[in-house]
Nanobody
Framework: QVHLVESGGGLVQAGGSLRLSCAASGSTFSSYGMGWFRQAPGKERELVGAVSWSGGSTYYPDSVKGRFTVSRDNAKNTVYLQMNSLKPEDTAVYYC???????????????????WGQGTQVTVSS
């Protein structure tokens, strides 16, 4: 099992940037594929980025492609979500998630995540 704790959320103006971190503990972090999700009030949870176990492969939906970047540091058991050019519609609770998976993420496979953090609020003001 793996325990996940997100940090770095907060209030930012539109056009600004924010970096979220997710610290993992409890298992072999480098064997887990990692994802970032968000959920706004009244909306379904949405994947905003995923990174393979090595960090060598990433996937982003069109809604955030070019603005969000997922990366990981396996030596620190941490995954990051760098968010640039933020928009009010990016306001949501952001969650990191993990699954025991050593493949890559792509359009046909965006993960079946088993472990979830508690979430961190991101609010983008206009």
């Amino acid at each position: 099992q793996v325990h996940l704790v997100e940090s770095g959320g907060g209030l930012v103006q539109a056009g600004g940037s924010l970096r979220l971190s997710c610290a993992a503990s409890g298992s072999t972090f480098s064997s887990y594929g990692m994802g970032w999700f968000r959920q706004a009030p009244g909306k379904e949870r949405e994947l905003v980025g995923a990174v393979s176990w090595s960090g060598g492969s990433t996937y982003y939906p069109d809604s955030v492609k070019g603005r969000f970047t997922v990366s990981r540091d396996n030596a620190k058991n941490t995954v990051y979500l760098q968010m640039n050019s933020l928009k009010p519609e990016d306001t949501a609770v952001y969650y990191c998630a993990a699954e025991w998976y050593t493949g890559v993420y792509h359009e046909s496979y965006t993960g079946e995540f088993e472990y979830w953090g508690q979430g961190t609020q991101v609010t983008v003001s206009s």
